[in-house]
């Protein structure tokens, strides 16, 4: 018997799954590790902003997921690539880079015309 998985659900399993994958710091590590395995302290270095610890929590979230794997080279550095499953995940987030840069100026014009409304409505009221 097939179970039927909708994120609208309270109880559904999926939701933890949704909720890393909109993740910010995940969408990013996933799209930078599509290009090529890197070690930590690359990934701390592309992904201005993150901390440590954050990276760290993100990392075994996902490959605890199933979404990336941790291997020890050679040097004996630790080097993080996407699993197959990962990989179905560059496409969609990818995706939503794309959009979030192309109208970034789109967003910005339009918080800052709802602000300026919410102002004049508070200014005016007082």
């Not at 890393?20 to 290009?35: C, D, Q, S």
């Not at 794309?98 to 007082?126: C, M, P, T």
């Amino acid at each position: 018997m097939s179970t039927e998985w909708t994120v609208f659900s309270a109880k559904c399993p999926s939701r933890a799954s949704l909720a890393r994958i909109a993740n910010k710091w995940t969408a990013m590590i996933v799209v930078l590790l599509h290009e090529q395995p890197m070690r930590f302290g690359e990934l701390h270095g592309r992904v201005e902003g993150i901390t440590k610890k954050v990276l760290v929590d993100t990392l075994r979230a996902l490959e605890r997921d199933g979404m990336l794997q941790r291997e020890t080279g050679d040097d004996g550095h630790a080097r993080y690539g996407l699993t197959p499953l990962g990989r179905t995940l560059h496409e969609p987030l990818q995706a939503l880079r794309l959009w979030a840069e192309l109208h970034v100026d789109d967003v910005r014009e339009s918080q800052e015309r709802y602000d300026d409304a919410v102002d004049e409505r508070v200014l005016g009221g007082a």
